[in-house]
């Protein structure tokens, strides 16, 4: 309805130019407006998409394919290709450590290496899409905001040391694709209440 009144004033407005200058017009009919709504329709269009990215704050694409983006509300959004070891201290990247709470994890990220975000203090979610197969040795351990952990469907492999030490980790809910699972996985999470293994893990 929004887009018809104005797409009306804007008809208009022609008409009364036209008139101006002597040409004849009866004025818009109700066909004249279609283009004039899908210009307004392309606009807002173009508005949303400008929109979805004004929070980024960072964005980088590695040599290996990995994309990552950070957004000013703390998400951190990674996909495209394996996360390599120590992740956190790659190039620049490591000044907005402090400042996420959110991981995901998305399409393409098969392996997530070594410590890859371990000691990110800040962090309080982590969802892990459904490519991801293999967690590796100690991959988010002294995460000690970490609340909330969403595993994919894909996790097979879960290696030593994963979680180890994420003091505020309360549920562990692991689901039927994981075969593989390490030692020492959730020590020191001390506030772990509710832990939850699937059926085809073999230790």
Excluded: W
């Excluded at 004039?36 to 929109?51: F, H, K, M, P, Q």
């Excluded at 402090?98 to 399409?107: R, S």
């Amino acid at each position: 309805m929004k887009k018809r009144i104005i797409a009306s004033i804007l008809a208009l407005c022609l008409s009364i130019s036209a008139t101006a200058c002597g040409i004849s017009d009866t004025g818009p009919d109700k066909n004249s407006l279609d283009p004039l709504e899908d210009s307004i329709d392309a606009a807002e269009s173009s508005v949303t998409t400008v929109n979805e990215y004004e929070n980024v704050i960072y964005t980088e694409t590695f040599e290996n394919g990995l994309h990552i983006t950070v957004m000013s509300d703390g998400i951190l959004r990674v996909d495209g290709a394996n996360v390599e070891e120590n992740f956190k201290t790659r190039n620049i990247f490591r000044d907005y450590v402090e400042n996420i709470n959110t991981l995901e994890i998305g399409d393409g990220v098969h392996l997530i290496e070594d410590k890859a975000f371990s000691g990110y203090d800040k962090l309080q979610k982590i969802i892990i899409g459904d490519t991801t197969e293999e967690i590796g040795y100690s991959a988010f351990s002294g995460c000690s905001a970490l609340t909330d952990v969403s595993f994919g469907n894909s996790v097979r492999k879960i290696e030593d040391y994963v979680f180890s030490d994420c003091i505020s980790l309360k549920d562990a809910v692991l689901g039927d694709s994981v075969e593989y699972l390490g030692s020492y996985v959730f020590s020191g999470c001390t506030a772990l209440k509710n832990a939850q293994f699937g059926a085809n893990i073999a230790t």
